[in-house]
């Protein structure tokens, strides 16, 4: 069964620094997510992709969050100044189209540790 | 603001029992109300999902029902085994409008645990 695929699994970098999140969604797919998931916490919406373009993004995905499709296949997160907040479980997503289905696959996540 | 408000939190359910997850959302525009279960250090995986024109939908020993009017709708997993064990979301979604592309709106999770 095709999957999402993200890259790291485990990251940790100290406060300030600049992380990059990775992520392959499947082949055939249209539309990219990010979420998150703090410790113990509910999975949160952070920004939706479309076209090449962010469609919707959260009240917490501010300036210091960007995504980017930079090839065919890649869907990248950047966080420019890490915050000890913002260690969290970061889940990539995909869904084929809106009109062939629903369902938003995930990915298995990147633990990203803020020191 | 909490679109999607689910309980319990947690749920203790003996093997072969009947396991049950409530939820409830505020937003009449949601059109699509899937259920995920997260297995620890993996991401959410879809379980089942409903759209409003449906009261039941089962899936196996899955069923999710649907109140319109009460805007509630909730997890039934019967005869529920060990490897069930896990974490489930209820969430809710806006598919065919505009621009939202069908953003989740997740609810808080129920760790549900099944003694053998």
């Known amino acids: 069964e095709p999957e999402v695929t993200q890259t790291p699994s485990h990251q940790v970098t100290q406060m300030g620094q600049e992380v990059i999140l990775r992520c392959v969604p499947i082949?055939?797919?249209?539309?990219f997510y990010w979420y998150r998931q703090i410790l113990g916490q509910k999975v949160e919406f952070l920004v939706s992709f479309y076209n090449n373009e962010i469609s919707e993004k959260s009240e917490i995905f501010d300036d210091q969050f960007s995504v980017e499709r930079p090839d065919g296949s890649n869907f990248t997160l950047k966080i420019r100044s890490t915050k000890l907040e913002d260690s969290a479980m970061y889940f990539c997503a995909s869904r084929v189209d809106r009109a062939l289905g629903n369902t938003i696959y995930f990915g298995e996540g990147s633990w990203l540790t803020v020191v | 603001q909490q679109q999607v408000k689910q309980s319990p939190q947690s749920l203790i359910v003996q093997k072969g029992g009947i396991s049950i997850i409530n939820c409830a959302y505020e937003n009449t525009a949601f059109d699509y109300f899937p259920w995920y279960q997260q297995f620890p250090g993996k991401g959410p995986a879809l379980l089942i999902a409903i759209r409003p024109d449906v009261s039941e939908k089962k899936e196996g020993r899955f069923t999710i029902s649907f109140n319109k009017s009460a805007k509630q709708f909730s997890l039934h997993i019967m005869d529920s085994q060990p490897g069930d064990s896990a974490t489930y979301f209820c969430?809710?979604?806006?598919?065919?409008?505009?621009?939202?592309?069908?953003?989740?709106?997740f609810g808080r999770g129920t760790q549900l645990t099944v003694w053998p």
């Open positions: 082949s055939n797919h249209l539309y």
């Open positions: 969430a809710a979604s806006m598919v065919d409008r505009g621009s939202t592309l069908g953003r989740l709106y």
